[in-house]
């Protein structure tokens, strides 16, 4: 093979590398385009990650406007997810549908009435909650309630007694589900957290 044969072979061959690399990276980044660009309208028309915090309960302090922050003795959430993936354009989206159902037992063990002030976030402001219910102990409550703001209650609860708050709704999301403590109390006590999907991969966000 001549000298002029090789050189034409090579300049062929690293012409043709050039132009995949082009066309791949061309591809590469309307794809990561399209993706952003398409994601944003399946999270406005599907709905979002979704991350579910406990409610937070606060007992006033006597003499000032502070509250101190208590915690539920029991947490009995049972979650069902099931993926319903979505396509749009050339993608496929991991959306979900999310049935929540949350029961907390709440306790005074102190010798004196305790005004408890609950308050219930849920997991995104905009969404669609079907089957919405809220109870306390077995009366289920018909005030019309404000999705940005949550839930919110003022339980009296005399020493020694428990009161139940229990929340459910259906809703949907995309990506991944979380749980999380209540932020002001920071732990948690006697959780019981179920969650029944209708796929068997199931990955662990970090943090978990």
Known sequence: MSVKRMIAIAVIFAAACGGWGILGTATTLRSTESAGRLGEQVANLWGVPLVQEAPSLGVEIPGSDRLRWIMPSRNDVKVALQAEHRKKGLIWYPTYTCQFDGAYTISNEETVTQKVRLHFRFPAQGGTYDDFGVWVDET?????????????????????????????????????????????????????????????????????
Not at 141 to 162: H, N
């Open 140 to 208: 289920q409550l018909r005030s019309a309630v404000d999705v940005a703001e949550g839930v919110g209650e003022i339980l009296e609860i005399e020493p020694g007694q428990t009161k139940e708050f229990r929340v459910k709704y259906t809703t949907r999301g995309i990506g991944e589900w979380r749980y999380r403590m209540d932020p002001n109390a920071g732990r948690v006590q006697d959780l019981d957290l179920t969650v029944a999907t209708n796929f068997r991969a199931v990955d662990y966000p970090d943090g978990s």
